[in-house]
């Protein structure tokens, strides 16, 4: 079996990094690349690209183009582009993304949606 590599984020690339010493709560959106390194809860609504820092707490309804996971989210992605999980990732919550890279190694709780156009509830119903 083939192993499954992402590529490594190069954080000079990223334009805002909330390190990790950062605890906050609230409705975060953007419109460039973000990295969060700490701990976050609320809202997140955003035209870019989310990565997530290994060390990273997220509790958050997130919604961007690409998630890029090292550290833990607890609640639903929606990813326009894609969802990577690395070793190190942990997710309670449901994904809906067209694209799924899992390292092995990640913990992922929940149901993922990969049909364009629909959404999952959780009483388990589709809607178009």
């Keep these: 079996m083939r192993e499954v590599r992402i590529d490594d984020i190069d954080e000079n690339e990223i334009d805002t990094i909330l390190a990790e010493d950062i605890d906050f709560k609230g409705v975060l959106s953007f419109k460039k690349p973000l990295m969060i390194k700490g701990k976050f809860k609320g809202e ?3 035209s870019s690209d989310l990565f997530i820092g290994e060390k990273a707490f997220i509790k958050a309804k997130i919604e961007a183009n690409r998630v890029s ?3 833990r989210i607890h609640g639903d992605v929606l990813a326009r582009s894609r969802v990577e999980l690395y070793a190190t990732a942990m997710v309670d ?5 067209p694209d799924l890279v899992m390292e092995s190694g990640c913990k992922f709780n929940g149901l993922c949606n990969m049909d364009k156009g629909k959404t999952v509830h959780k009483e388990g119903t589709d809607e178009t």
């Design 44 to 46: 997140i609504k955003a």
């Design 69 to 71: 996971a090292k550290g």
């Design 93 to 97: 919550g449901d994904l809906i993304t």
